[in-house]
């Protein structure tokens, strides 16, 4: 699937879906693929009303203005004792745009989705050395009545607090605990009726991936995950073969800095000062966390590889978005603005088919790696494909046509 038709209602096209369910959803309408899709909210109240018994094992401070995005809040997540933090806790901090801040149209969509009962929201997980600070995405979405909320995990942007070893892990299941939060809170803000889309990128996705397919998490109906890194660069043969040269590293402990060599390709795609479209701060710039890939932080992301690679059973309809092709070389080309240079694309989508039965995957044309960033014909392919896929599984509601277009001319 590569490009948005020009139907009068203005909704991109599907890609098509794969796996033993693809063939239900094709000639279903909205009503009648309720039970067909799966929500991963089966027995949800059930699990609800069990987990209600007991206290949740974080607490979430009052929202309060953000200090890098303006006319957005922060949450500050307190998810208990950790010898890594810096404080003696791990903290995460979620992120949305101020309510009080939305224009007057942004609310009246809001107002519409929830007088009809459909409240939507869309819950976002970046990646490795990175944060939330793509305003453009929220942006969007927020334009034609959905919220949107981001997360920093633990270690990561503005939850990082110095001493802290950036983005330090040893097993991404303990991201669940920022996951299962930031669903609460969006519940406690929207109510029971909300409907979730995950979104989550690059490392993001795996760890979503994992959350989904462990948790069954309520009120998340689907994940649409962008260049999601579900293999290492190359298959799983290479993954394999370089797996004892990493246990050699672990003998030295797990924060042993790993040899590997950036060229800075990537943000030399992104940045406006390089070529790119974007003035973003970094994440050294906007918080000071200073990212080394670690022995014990590649063992946790090789963990959840071969776990994907064994294959798993997320209960939900799944959408996979890579660039149509990937560049990883050792000097620089200008052709590397319109690919993806930190992935292979080719290992994601073979990977892609083992996360469930209902997995779709589209390829961008001339997408980057993080396809909201990518060069505007290609960023509004995705986006359309994003919004029209979200609107048949995760939400059961397709957004006004007008409204959608609107929002892709912007971007």
């Known amino acids: 699937m590569t490009g948005v038709n020009d139907a009068n209602d203005g ?11 693809a063939a239900a959803v094709s000639g279903a309408n909205a009503t009648d693929t309720e039970e067909t899709l799966g929500s991963g909210s089966a027995g949800a109240n059930d699990v609800r009303d069990e987990a209600a018994q007991v206290a949740d094992p974080w607490t979430v401070d009052p929202w309060e203005d953000d200090d890098i995005l303006d006319g957005y809040q922060r949450a500050t997540v307190h998810l208990g004792p950790d010898t890594e933090g810096a404080d003696g806790e791990a903290v995460a901090t979620f992120v949305r745009k101020d309510p009080a801040k939305l224009g007057l149209i942004e609310r009246l969509r809001r107002l519409r989705l929830r007088m009809l009962g459909k409240p939507l929201a869309i819950m976002y997980l970046h990646g490795w050395n990175d944060y939330f600070y793509r305003r453009h995405a929220s942006e969007y979405w927020e334009s034609m009545g959905v919220a949107f909320y981001a997360v920093d995990l633990r270690r990561y942007g503005r939850s990082y607090r110095p001493g802290e070893t950036a983005g330090y892990i040893e097993d991404l299941h303990a ?3 920022e996951l299962n939060a930031l669903r609460d809170q969006i519940v406690r ?9 995950g979104i989550g990128h690059s490392e993001g996705g795996l760890i979503m991936s994992l959350w989904a397919n462990r948790e069954r998490p309520h009120h998340v109906h689907a994940l649409a995950l962008n260049s999601p890194w579900l ?6 043969t290479f993954r394999l073969i370089s797996t004892p040269v990493l246990k050699g590293f672990l003998l030295a402990g797990g924060k042993t800095p790993l040899p590997l060599n950036d060229p800075g390709f990537y943000g030399r795609t992104i940045d ?9 701060p970094s994440s050294l710039a906007a918080t000071g966390a200073q990212f ?8 946790a992301i090789f963990n959840g590889q071969a776990e994907v690679a064994a294959g798993l059973d997320i209960q939900m309809p799944v959408l996979v978005c890579t660039s149509d092709r990937s560049m990883m070389q050792g000097t620089w080309d200008e052709a590397m603005r319109s690919c993806d240079v930190v992935l292979d694309v080719t290992a994601i989508r073979e990977a892609a088919l083992k996360l469930g039965d209902l997995v779709s995957i589209a390829r961008i044309r001339g997408g980057i790696h993080d396809l909201t960033m ?3 014909e290609a960023r509004r392919q995705y986006f359309g494909i994003v919004t029209a896929w979200g609107g048949q599984t995760a939400w059961r509601t397709f957004l006004p046509g007008p409204a959608v277009q609107a929002a892709l001319r912007r971007l």
């Open 189 to 197: 803000d929207l109510g029971d009726d909300v409907r979730i889309l």
């Open 175 to 177: 991201y669940a605990a």
């Open 374 to 376: 990518s060069r505007p």
């Open 292 to 299: 080394q890939p670690r022995a014990g932080w590649m063992q």
């Open 272 to 280: 406006k000062a390089t070529g790119g479209e974007w003035d973003y």
């Open 231 to 236: 293999e290492l660069q190359g298959n799983t």
């Open 11 to 21: 909704r991109p096209s599907i890609p098509e879906e794969t796996g033993s369910a």
